[in-house]
């Protein structure tokens, strides 16, 4: 949305994304992926047109966008039920805020709370 | 005998709509519609700034569903305002077009799950209808197609992606009969689908987990089987629960891909957990925990279960209201019409039609864009067979279902060039090698059916060989692109490339995001709705509305006078003028003005001079004498025909226009008065023509002859014939010239 240059997760400026750097084999996956910048610049527009929770999901996904793939997944698969205990829960989210991704953290605390509670956990 | 049914009974049982399942409302089982006593009481109590209490239920008595949408989807700032709002005075603001979509959007953020629902229980269909058009995201419409085969076969899958593409969706979604193959069906789409538009989003669904990594590494540019339940049994018996939904719809934005959730209508009924509740009330707490998820959108409107609304009084109802309450959140509604909800066409276009006049972000989120047959999520509401019927239906509102007219070489141009490019990327790749037979066969293909050669379908192992070499060698969609460009497909392998490009950018991630053709964002941000009453909103501009209007099958005048042209010939000589006969044997053949000038065959395929040598033989049968005469002055039948009886030596006369109406005249009778009359001139057979010239050689000489019986049809031939009647009746208006009088003519066979 803005009209400053936008950079990949690469650093990679996005308007190098170009037939012609593509036949010289010069992009990888990184100059194809969004970095957390960008995901908090969508974060300010999704809040700007009624909608927190869509930019509280951006924001989440910013420090998701430091992690790994097989992070990211085994993340998810974690907060499926009955996948962890209470205790596993607590060391995902500090393991998180080291990332850090404090709000994923906290999301990861709220969920262990309510599973605790409601017959969710291993 | 007297169990026996009566046969309009027995007739209309046999009807498609009773092959539809009709259940009588049961509340136990969740089997009703709206507002089951059941249901809670909306409320809402906060104490320092949290919830305590939500639709009835005490926070320590919160499931997982609730527990999120208190911490997370409710404005508490404008609560107390929302939920103490009359539900009439809250509904009428959903219709009242003075009120903006924004207030809506404001107040509905403080409201709770039972509240919503409670409020578009009050909306009447047409309300609902009103309330879709202003409350959509995006201001302008589009649509999603499914692109799926039984054989997941790659070149076919890319030549029905482009052919998709080709016809305006904006968004393909595949998926797979067999898991494993599900990266191989994301390349084949990404291709095809690039081949033949820029910009059109790809996803394949499939399970959770494997659907995120095909999102992470590119195969794909959005998700949408991102399942939601109202319940949470259903939705732990669904193996997730909202917050490893919440961390899942991070994820996808995580990597820049587009996603949105699919609940809807049903679900609960079908896995036996439905608590007593109502299918709209367990849909609003589904769309509360979409926006407290903090996800773009919802697909919903039955979606799987519809046929279980549909079931139900009100059911299709419901299916909207759902839609309208995601709408009311601010959320991209991809409105359903997906899984086919009846066997009546009927029916099945009363659910869809109130959807298609208002407007959605996306009417179907899956019109089978395939064969039913082909179609791996099961029968769409809207089949391939339906492509021409969606464009009519645009074409008769003047509205925009998304969709435009392919022209049939543009369809035959872009299957072949995704055949081959899919063929080519495959094999550059190493994932396999095609035959040209089976591109051949692939571009022609109705379905997959069609690629059998000799009986045998093209080896499974192939196409699963070529999959797991995607997944175990990393490939993403940048070895893609870069496979399109080095087998000469540039344009194609730039927008692969600029889709990748756009997940850098994020703009898609924006509520109710598509791409068009220029690769501009069109969202809630870029393209908001600003429907405010008549005058407003979205109207297609010049440029689409002549897409919607001009449909293939659409002919006019020039048309059909160079189909004419094309039987002409010079049988018809002009002798001079008509004199009076005096022969009692004579029967005047009178011709309309057009006839044998530029009006050769008529609607019934039979050329004039079939039907006049007809119409000569039986006169000759009954030893009469005819003579044939244009009459210049008048196209109306009747005046045709009388005018050939008055100078005719019998009186007797036969009137015969250029579409292949005709009748018998007597001198004495008033124009519109006659003897006999073939009206249902596409019908009218050679041997019916036959017979109208023996009974008006009967007529001739005195006798009474046989009332010839005006042949029956139950088409709608008047819908068929009708746009040629006023171009043949315009081109026999041309012709007319009093100033000529009647002519002699002399028919050469």
């Not at chain 1, 610049?41 to 998701?64: C, D, K, T």
């Not at chain 2, 419901?318 to 409105?335: G, S």
């Not at chain 2, 490939?475 to 087998?487: F, I, R, T, W, Y």
């Not at chain 2, 449909?551 to 094309?566: M, N, P, S």
């Amino acid at each position: 949305m803005s009209s400053e240059s936008v950079r990949a997760f690469s650093g990679r400026d996005a308007d190098e994304l170009t037939i012609d750097r593509l036949s010289r084999d010069e992009l990888v996956m990184d100059d194809v992926r969004i970095s957390p910048d960008q995901l908090e610049q969508q974060a300010q527009v999704a809040e700007q047109h009624a909608n927190p929770q869509l930019a509280a999901n951006f924001r989440r996904a910013a420090e998701l966008a430091l992690m790994s793939e097989a992070d990211v997944m085994a993340l998810y698969e974690s907060l499926r039920p009955h996948r962890a205990t209470a205790e596993e829960l607590e060391a995902l989210a500090v393991t998180l805020e080291g990332v850090p991704a404090p709000l994923c953290a906290a999301l990861v605390r709220e969920a262990a709370a309510v599973y605790a509670r409601r017959g969710l956990l291993r | 005998m007297t169990d026996q049914r009566v046969g309009r009974i027995r007739f209309m049982d046999q009807q498609r709509v009773n092959l539809d399942g009709f259940a009588h409302e049961d509340v136990d089982l969740g089997l009703i519609a709206m507002a089951s006593p059941h249901d809670p009481d909306p409320s809402l109590r906060v104490e320092d700034g949290r919830v305590v209490e939500m639709d009835g239920r005490p926070v320590d008595d919160f499931d997982a569903l609730d527990a999120l949408i208190a911490t997370h989807g409710i404005d508490l700032s404008v609560a107390d305002e929302a939920m103490s709002l009359d539900d009439v005075a809250f509904a009428r603001l959903f219709v009242d077009p003075a009120v903006p979509r924004a207030e809506i959007v404001r107040l509905v953020a403080g409201t709770t799950p039972a509240k919503l629902a409670k409020v578009v229980t009050l909306l009447r269909p047409a309300e609902l209808t009103l309330a879709m058009t202003k409350l959509r995201a995006r201001r302008t419409p589009s649509n999603q197609a499914h692109v799926t085969n039984r054989l997941d076969d790659p070149l076919l899958l890319a030549a029905d992606a482009a052919t998709a593409a080709a016809y305006g969706f904006r968004e393909v979604e595949t998926t797979v009969p067999v898991l494993a193959d599900a990266p191989s069906n994301a390349v084949a789409v990404t291709v095809g689908a690039a081949i033949a538009s820029p910009g059109v989003l790809v996803q394949c669904s499939v399970e959770e987990a494997m659907e995120l990594e095909m999102g992470i590494r590119g195969l794909v540019s959005y998700a949408e089987t991102v399942s939601l339940y109202g319940t949470e049994s259903v939705f732990v018996d669904g193996d997730d629960t909202p917050y490893s939904k919440a961390i899942l719809a991070a994820g996808y934005a995580s990597r820049g891909v587009k996603m949105r959730v699919s609940s809807g209508a049903g679900a609960e009924v079908l896995m036996g957990g439905a608590e007593q509740c109502s299918m709209l009330y367990l849909e609003s707490r589904c769309v509360s925990l979409a926006r407290a998820m903090g996800v773009q959108g919802v697909q919903n409107g039955g979606i799987d279960g519809a046929s279980v609304a549909a079931s139900v009084p009100r059911g299709v109802r419901e299916l909207m209201a759902e839609n309208v309450m995601v709408m009311a959140r601010n959320l991209e509604a991809c409105t359903g019409n997906d899984a086919l909800m009846s066997e009546s066409d009927v029916r099945r276009t009363s659910r869809t039609l109130p959807i298609l006049l208002a407007g959605s972000d996306y009417v179907c989120s899956g019109f089978g864009s395939i064969q039913r047959y082909d179609n791996m999520f099961g029968p769409s509401q809207w089949n391939a067979e339906d492509l021409d019927d969606w464009l009519a239906m645009q074409r008769d509102w003047g509205v925009d279902g998304g969709l435009r007219t392919a022209q049939p070489e543009e369809v035959g141009r872009v299957r072949r060039e995704a055949a081959e490019a899919c063929r080519d990327v495959y094999r550059y790749l190493g994932l396999a090698d095609f035959t040209d037979d089976h591109v051949d066969r692939a571009v022609d293909a109705v379905g997959s059916k069609d690629l059998a050669v000799d009986g045998v379908e093209p080896d499974p192992m192939v196409v699963l060989g070529a999959a797991q070499a995607i997944r175990s060698s990393g490939l993403g969609s940048l070895e893609v692109a870069k496979a399109l460009l080095e087998c000469g497909y540039e344009a194609a392998a730039g927008r692969v490339l600029d889709m990748l490009a756009a997940r850098v950018h994020g703009d898609h991630l924006q509520t109710a995001a598509i791409f068009d053709e220029s690769m501009r964002v069109l969202s809630l941000v870029t393209d908001p709705n600003d429907y405010a009453g008549p005058g407003t909103g979205y109207e297609p501009s010049e440029e689409r509305q002549a897409e919607i209007d001009g449909i293939r099958q659409a002919r006019g005048v020039e048309d059909l006078r160079k189909d004419q042209a094309l039987e002409a010939d010079g049988s018809f000589r002009v002798l001079g003028p008509a004199a009076q006969g005096s022969d009692p044997r004579e029967v005047v053949i009178g011709v309309s003005p057009g006839v044998g000038r530029n009006v050769w065959q008529t609607l019934s395929g039979l050329s004039v001079i079939d039907a006049l040598g007809e119409l000569l033989a039986g006169l000759e049968e009954e030893g009469c004498v005819a003579r044939v005469v244009r009459v210049n002055g008048s196209l109306d039948l009747g005046m045709v025909g009388l005018t050939a009886a008055r100078l005719s030596g019998s009186g007797i006369g036969i009137g015969l226009q250029g579409k292949g109406t005709a009748l018998i005249h007597r001198r004495d009778l008033p124009p519109l008065a006659n003897l006999e009359l073939y009206s249902m001139a596409p019908v009218i057979t050679r041997d019916l023509y036959r017979l109208l010239g023996t009974n008006a050689g009967r007529h001739a000489k005195g006798a009474t002859p046989v009332p010839a019986r005006n042949p029956y049809t139950d088409e709608a031939i008047e819908a068929r014939y009708h746009t040629s009647v006023i171009a043949l009746v315009a081109l026999e208006r041309a012709c007319v010239d009093r100033s000529l009088g009647n002519e002699d003519v002399e028919v050469v066979r």
